[in-house]
């Protein structure tokens, strides 16, 4: 895998820029040179990170005076419209450069709004990515429709935009790319497929706040952007959600299909209600929100750098490779992942590097599965309404294409993660992770040997 891209390829590909490039003159420390002559913790030798990492989430003292403002008022449903709610869709607006947001009560429920607006319905196809949180594939699902997957590039680990026009039919109506772990798709060459079929395109961007494609934030390139704010978020208030666009007819359908269906701004429905649900944001949460902002802005910022120090570390390395990244694009890592080569480690696995990292203090892991053969998807068009929906030899063919996704394969077998709390840490314990791979990388043999 990396004996073809030199250290300039690097330069030239590894978007992640300016960042990237001041440290790749950096050599190992002394002291990190010294770990890796020890043995791997896994056959004995010394762990290299004895302390801990930063938790997730983290409560700050500075955010219980609103908390308590919205406590004592009383007024903690979002049903009235104004408070908290709407100050933070104003502000995370503002934040993307987005004309407007509508908060949801999840990213689930926001992916479903959106996806209902732009008219995906029962026994329509929806062209997503396999490589996601299993939301994605369920919101649309819950719609009746089909999600059929574009192939992954091993390379960027999102949607390869030339895997979409040979699963286009006639019943396609949207095409929902899913920046994941903060990547951004590749949305220029996404976006011109979709025009030139008249598509919809709804970006699932609940790992991506803050990330950005060509100058512009994840969330505004497509019709509609959605977020998630669940607890493992980077801006995290237990359950919530966001959408964002710049068509204000288009968020005022949100507006109403999220609030039981009320008539809102332009859109009035039948007159009374239109179709809808009660995927609402209480006020809590959104003050939790509200409070994290600045700290989403700074941690972003300090994510991307220790991100762009390991990209330049692991290049040193055989066997294990950063990312590619498109042009002039900026991910905000929800996993820091790279490539695993296992030949170039003498045949060691995937998961026994991941057991010798832990072993050494380092959380780290191996990302989604195969997921479409899990079952979820046969027990969904094997059931009354999809066998009315779709023709027996439309699901027939659906099941036989997952076959095709080779790239997908391969990125679920040869991917690594570490989780974005890593990147929080002090630039010293960046060098414990490249420290570590270091060392397994020089007892591969005798790491792959042991029972
Ligand atoms: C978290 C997530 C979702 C769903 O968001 P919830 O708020 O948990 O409902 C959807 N897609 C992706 C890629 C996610 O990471």
């Given at each position: 895998m990396k004996s073809d891209l030199t250290r300039r390829a690097f330069v030239r590909t590894a978007a992640a820029g300016s960042a990237a490039l001041a440290w790749l003159g950096l050599r190992r420390t002394p002291t990190v040179a010294a770990a890796a002559a020890d043995k791997p913790a896994l056959l004995g030798g010394t762990r290299i990170h004895t302390g801990g990492w930063p938790r997730w989430p983290e409560w700050r003292e500075s955010w219980e005076p609103e908390i308590l403002r919205v406590l004592r008022s009383?007024?903690?449903?979002?049903?009235?419209?104004?408070g908290q709610v709407a100050d933070f869709e104003a502000g995370w607006a503002k934040l993307l450069a987005a004309r407007g947001c509508v908060a949801t009560s999840s990213g689930t429920t926001a992916l479903i709004t959106a996806m209902h607006v732009l008219g995906v319905d029962a026994g329509d196809e929806v062209i997503t990515s396999p490589f996601t949180f299993i939301a994605t594939y369920n919101t649309i699902l819950m719609l009746k429709a089909l999600p059929v997957f574009a192939d992954t590039d091993p390379a960027t680990l999102t949607m390869d935009p030339a895997s979409i026009e040979s699963r286009i039919t006639e019943r396609t109506r949207a095409i929902v790319p899913v920046h994941i772990y903060g990547l951004p798709c590749d949305m220029d060459a996404i976006n011109a497929i979709a025009k030139k079929h008249n598509l919809a395109v709804v970006e699932d961007a609940c790992q991506a706040w803050l990330a950005e494609y060509k100058g512009r934030k994840c969330?505004?390139?497509?019709d509609l952007g959605c977020f998630s704010f669940q607890n493992s978020k980077h801006i995290p208030s237990g359950e919530g959600g966001a959408i964002t666009g710049d068509r204000a007819e288009l968020l005022d359908r949100c507006q109403a299909f999220h609030n039981c269906g009320r008539a809102s701004g332009s859109f009035q429905g039948s007159g009374c209600f239109s179709r809808g649900s009660n995927f609402r944001m209480q006020h809590f949460q959104a003050s939790l929100l509200l409070s994290q902002f600045d700290k989403l802005v700074q941690e972003t910022e300090r994510r991307r750098e220790n991100a762009a120090y390991l990209s330049a570390g692991l290049q040193e390395i055989p066997g294990v490779q950063p990312l590619r990244l498109p042009e002039n694009s900026r991910p905000v890592w929800h996993l820091y992942a790279f490539r695993y080569d296992p030949e170039q480690f003498h045949g060691l696995s995937r998961d026994k590097f991941c057991r010798a990292m832990n072993a050494e203090g380092i959380p780290c892991g191996g990302g989604y599965r195969e997921q479409y053969h899990d079952g979820l998807l046969d027990e969904a068009i094997a059931s009354r309404g999809f066998q009315r929906l779709f023709p027996a030899e439309r699901l027939k063919a659906y099941r036989d294409s997952f076959r095709e996704l080779r790239g997908n394969r391969q990125v679920c077998e040869t991917t690594l993660g570490m989780f974005q709390t890593l990147l929080l840490a002090q630039r010293s314990e960046m060098d414990h992770i490249l420290a570590a791979v270091r060392k397994i990388q020089a007892h591969s043999a005798a790491l792959a040997k042991q029972a």
């Open positions: 009383g007024r903690w449903s979002s049903s009235g419209g104004g969330g505004t390139l497509g």
